[in-house]
């Protein structure tokens, strides 16, 4: 297919968000093997990508454009947008950025034929591991519950996830029986590492059940971490658990990415369908 991407920023020697999207999409679509070709004006191809709306100016032969959005701004109204995409629709194809964008656009009457998305795409970034810290003495009599921790890690999908700091006397036994953890500990306390601790972690994890306080809940809550521990009448905590199970899925909910299939490669497939069925190849 030969596709010719109209990237109208290069009109006006605009280097921004659109510009991205017309590299991003002409890199894949060449990667897919596809003939591309990038100018601020329409050439003939089999479609003319236009990017954005608001500028578009119909190529002759088969069109598609991108809706980045309608919301209103200080240079157009909501209702300047959607008569300018009503208008345009007549001689293309509009391609949304969600289908929030899509359906409302279809409420204020344009054709749903018309009209597509593809959400956005990211770049790959390599999401670290949540750091979660442990700042307490595991007692011989249980009272800090540590079989809870043992289960949570027993539990993780990926224990690449997390990398645990662990500062306290009486953990290493636990430590040892588990596989495959991410872990820094040391059973001597230092209120030097002690602040680097907090002040470096995402999160600080406690199991104690007692009826007051952690002093590590009350720190971690100065140094701005969020907690995880049974809630606290006293102290608001940012992610509470009453049982295994709730803080199984505290930890299981980290891995989650909803948008780990919004890639490039994705987002220009997608495309790719819209306009084989444009094209009448679907």
Known sequence: MKIHIINYEQNY???????????????ELIDLGHEVSVSGKAEKADINHHINFNAYKPSGGKDSMMIAHISGDKNQSKETKIKKIKKSLKTAHGIAFNPGIMNDLIKEGCDPKKLDYVMHAHDGMIRR?????????????????????????????????VIFRIMG???LKVLKK??????????????????????????????????????????????GLRIISRPNPDLEIELPFTNQKELNKIFADFEKNEVKDWTWENYTLKHLQIWKKELGEM
């Open 178 to 223: 588990l596989k495959g953890i991410q872990v820094q500990y040391t059973d001597e306390f230092s209120m030097d590492l002690y602040e680097q601790i907090l002040n470096t972690s995402d999160y600080l994890l406690y199991t104690g059940d007692e009826d007051s306080l952690a002093q590590s809940q009350v720190d971690a809550k100065n140094a």
């Open 129 to 161: 591991p949540k750091i979660v810290a442990i700042v307490s003495k595991n007692y011989e009599d249980g009272r800090k519950n540590p079989e809870m921790f043992t289960k949570l890690v027993k539990s993780l999908g990926d224990k690449k996830s």
């Open 169 to 171: 006397a009486g953990w």
């Open 13 to 27: 020697g605009i280097e921004s968000i659109l510009t991205k999207y017309s590299r991003m999409l002409e890199r």
